[in-house]
């Protein structure tokens, strides 16, 4: 750990690189993604952000060597591989240029304490009015701060119908007093707890469950746009309508500034920085056993 740097093989999971840095320290962690079965390979070639890029940027950022196996069967690294090459890797599609093999990465320091909060507001509860806000300031808050809003459906209050549910998470009271936030909505844990929280496990169980590859999940299906200026209130409400006429769609709205606009759209392959205020993956779930059920996506 001397060194701050590590190798990861291209085979192994994000929740497996996790939990062989956790092992080793409790102050560095690695800027990439929060579903911790994605394999390393695929992530960091295309790029792969997480609950921390806000600050220290994209996977393939901090990527700082690579072992390729050329056409030729010839072992390189990024010296041997030139930099061309190596800029080309990250962020540019792993199957394109090569098989990668293994990455060194650069870890990151984290605090001993992080803080995580989660407050589900409805459309009945001004949830349109946050989200409003929510798009145009965030961006340009702190880049210690991920704040995630998850869109979804729940029933009304009085169950008689459905209604939208966005989760805002985290935000800083004194730009949305409107929340009401109480010492009580917020929790302190240890940055590998975070990872643990954002992967959906308990943030008091063990580890091992980052090692875990096979997983059932729901049969889904999801895509990504890039925002670069706030949605209209006519947009929104379609938007809202969309979402109502499905059971199950979730939208995550990952927001983007800090370190993501200080980066060159040319530095790496991934140009979507600077002027991208947020990103949105619209996701849909379905039961494989009905066949009849109505999917959106486009």
Known sequence: MDQESAWVQSGATLGELYYAIAKKSKVHGFPAGSCSTIGVG??????????IFR????????????????????ILNRTLMGEDLFWAVRGGGGSSFGVITAWEVKLVPVPPTVTI???????????NNLFQKWQTISHKLPSELFLDSVM???????NSRKTVVLNLL??????????????????????????LYF???????????????????????AKSDYVTEPILVAG???????????NTPILILTLYGGRMSEISGSGTPFPLRNGSIYGIQYSVYWDQMKKHQSIWIG
Do not use: C
């Not at 695929?42 to 609950?51: A, E, M, V």
């Not at 992967?199 to 299906?221: H, M």
């Not at 929104?236 to 499905?246: A, C, D, F, R, S």
């Open 42 to 51: 695929g992530h960091f070639s295309g790029g792969g952000f997480g609950t």
């Open 152 to 158: 979804g459906v729940a029933n009304s209050s009085d």
């Open 55 to 74: 600050k220290y940027g994209l996977s393939s950022d901090n990527v700082i060597d690579a072992q390729i196996v050329d056409v030729n069967g010839k």
């Open 199 to 221: 992967a959906d496990y308990s943030i008091n169980g063990p580890l091992d469950v980052l090692l875990q590859r096979n997983q059932t999940f729901s049969n889904f299906k």
């Open 170 to 195: 985290p935000l800083m009271q004194s730009n949305f007093a409107e929340l009401g936030l109480q010492l009580n909505n917020f929790t302190e844990v240890s940055w590998i707890q975070s990872v």
């Open 236 to 246: 929104l409400v379609g938007l809202w309508n969309m979402l109502l006429e499905e």
């Open 117 to 127: 909060f989660n407050v589900p507001r409805t459309l009945e509860q001004g949830a």
